[in-house]
């Protein structure tokens, strides 16, 4: 009921309750909205001279004050749209449906490990669109790594769901030693307000990797005792 104020109608008073609704188009073309119905328990006023000389002092301009109470329906006009389709042109071949303004942001650790050894890939993604059924996208250059499906997290900062920041951690394990960097990651969204495609891509991020088995070589400080005589 956020916004909710008291409208003017003819001679009538009323009470103006904005109520918002997400709703996300699953194909283009023609789009019918509606009718939207709603149910409300209104109070009728009572006209009696008691109840007049009793409350004239007050402000009741919806009647709450006595007077009959009733069930009522409320009912919209059906609303006609027509969904466009996303442009087939330019369209980036890790696009896999996100929609809005993002940016991004990635790292991973640990970056000295052994081949088997699991690596955790951070990403979050940022900004205003359909946060809520955002995926990540396949990425092709990642194929010298073994990879588990994501876990993902989603923080909102309005009420309607549509603008915060979505979370993901991955885990990625090398499978040779011949590996020496995560490759870069991408992420491509349709920016509605521009009409275009736009890819966001993270740089690599540097890796050690050694074999499965091996410890990393310790480092021996040099001393100033003086080798022994042969």
């Known amino acids: ?25 699953v194909k283009s073309g023609p789009v019918s909205i509606g009718p939207l119905t709603a149910d409300a328990l209104i109070a009728l006023p009572s006209s009696g001279r008691q109840r007049d000389r009793f409350f004239g002092q007050f402000s009741d301009p919806f009647g709450m004050f006595g007077g009959e ?64 059924s955002l995926m990540l996208p396949d990425q092709p250059a990642w194929r010298d790594f073994k ?14 769901g549509l603008q915060g920041t979505k979370t993901f951690e991955q885990i990625v394990v ?3 030693t011949n590996v020496v960097e995560l490759p870069a990651f991408s992420f491509s969204y349709f920016d509605p307000e521009t009409g275009s495609y736009v890819t966001r891509t993270e740089p ?22 003086p080798a ?3």
């Open 174 to 176: 090398p499978q040779s």
């Open 204 to 225: 690599p991020v540097q890796l050690a990797v050694r074999s499965a088995g091996a410890t990393p070589s310790p480092v021996i400080a040099a001393g100033n005792t």
């Open 1 to 25: 009921e956020s916004g909710k104020q008291q409208v003017q109608i003819g001679n009538r008073i009323y009470m103006d309750v904005p109520v918002s609704i997400v709703l996300t188009v």
């Open 147 to 160: 990879t588990f499906p994501p876990t993902q997290s989603l923080k909102t900062t309005d009420s309607l």
């Open 228 to 230: 022994p005589p042969p």
């Open 69 to 132: 109470q009733k069930q009522v329906t409320f009912a919209t006009e059906a609303l006609n749209l027509v969904a466009l389709p996303l442009p087939a042109g330019n369209r980036p071949a890790n696009f896999n449906g996100a929609i809005g303004q993002f940016s991004m942001a990635v790292s991973a650790g640990p970056t000295n490990v052994a081949v088997g050894d699991p690596i955790t890939v951070h990403i979050q993604v940022s900004g205003q669109g359909t946060l809520d």
